[in-house]
């Protein structure tokens, strides 16, 4: 082995893990400083899109896998309106303020263990949250009304880390009803709902990365892309696999966690090869049809 592929070898193994401790230890440096809970929160979340971006361009996965202006432009559109301004980047700012208020008035239910580490707190907001997650995506590929909507996610035929964001915004409200709310109910504290919000949206960058990722052991724990693309299959019993929002554990629990190791995924996206991607269009396809089944 030369030294320049041991090199694509071992980096192949070490971006994702320092990129999620590096943006991790930024969060709690910036918050340590008092940047304030914003700051530290949005400032990892941006050098890990960076981040991703520089290494799509490095070192792809595939070539044919790189965006068109007319994908970059839509998928922005969509990370905008829907990740955004509906509601994930907003669910923060409501999860915060609605928080502060709920704490203010003593109407949170108190259960949650806000005596606990920081770490274990949103170790244990994962566990839960991705819990509800998995039935929930299940549901979505599993209940033909919810795949519809679902299906948009499903439409690209290429991954990489901006269409990330692609959702209707149906499914990314029924989402959120299984992600924030819940814990803001419980009582959790703004710097944990943080905390949680970076590891959530750096390792969603990852999962749709277009890079040449090798995850190992990581991969029996966290729900990555080396999973994620074939969840992304065009093939149905090949996507109906791997829901993991984050992590992979119940998938391994309930038996859909699928990572064969003699092959690639293959096609990506849905039956229908002439599916349309653009956003105006992607607000309608879920009230025309079974359009995404069409061969």
């Not at 910036?30 to 979340?45: D, E």
């Not at 009304?145 to 029924?174: C, E, M, Q």
């Amino acid at each position: 082995m030369s030294f320049r592929e041991s090199a694509t070898h071992y980096l192949s193994y070490s971006i994702y893990p320092i990129v999620i401790v590096g943006c991790i230890g930024i969060f709690f440096t910036l918050l340590n400083l008092s940047a304030g809970i914003y700051v530290s929160t949005y400032m990892p979340v941006f050098l890990g899109a960076f981040s991703v971006i520089a290494f799509e361009f490095l070192t792809p996965h595939k070539i044919d896998w790189k965006p068109k202006t007319s994908d970059v432009t839509a998928d922005a559109l969509f990370m905008l309106v829907v990740q955004v301004l509906l509601p994930r980047g907003l669910s923060f700012v409501v999860a915060y303020y609605v928080l502060t208020s709920l704490e203010s008035s003593s109407w949170t239910l108190g259960l949650w263990p806000d005596a606990w580490n920081i770490g274990l707190q949103v170790g244990l907001m994962v566990l839960f949250a991705d819990f509800f997650r998995y039935w929930l995506h299940r549901w979505m590929h599993e209940t033909r009304r919810l795949w519809k909507f679902h299906a948009v996610h499903h439409s690209p035929k290429k991954l990489y880390w901006l269409n990330v964001g692609r959702f209707h915004p149906i499914d990314k409200t029924l989402q959120f009803l299984f992600d924030a709310l819940p814990f803001i109910i419980l009582g959790v504290r703004e710097d944990v709902l943080a905390l949680y919000f970076v590891f959530y949206s750096i390792n969603g960058f990852f999962q749709h990365c277009n890079i040449e990722l090798q995850l190992g052991p990581l991969n029996y724990l966290i729900s990555g892309p080396q999973l994620h693309r074939w969840h992304h299959s065009r093939i149905s019993d090949e996507a109906n696999s791997n829901y993991g929002n984050n992590i992979i554990v119940w998938d391994l629990l309930f038996g859909t966690y699928f990572l064969p190791k003699s092959r690639h995924v293959e096609e990506l996206g849905l039956l229908n090869r002439s599916y349309p991607l653009d956003f105006v269009s992607q607000m309608q396809t879920p009230f025309s049809g079974d359009i995404d089944q069409t061969p």
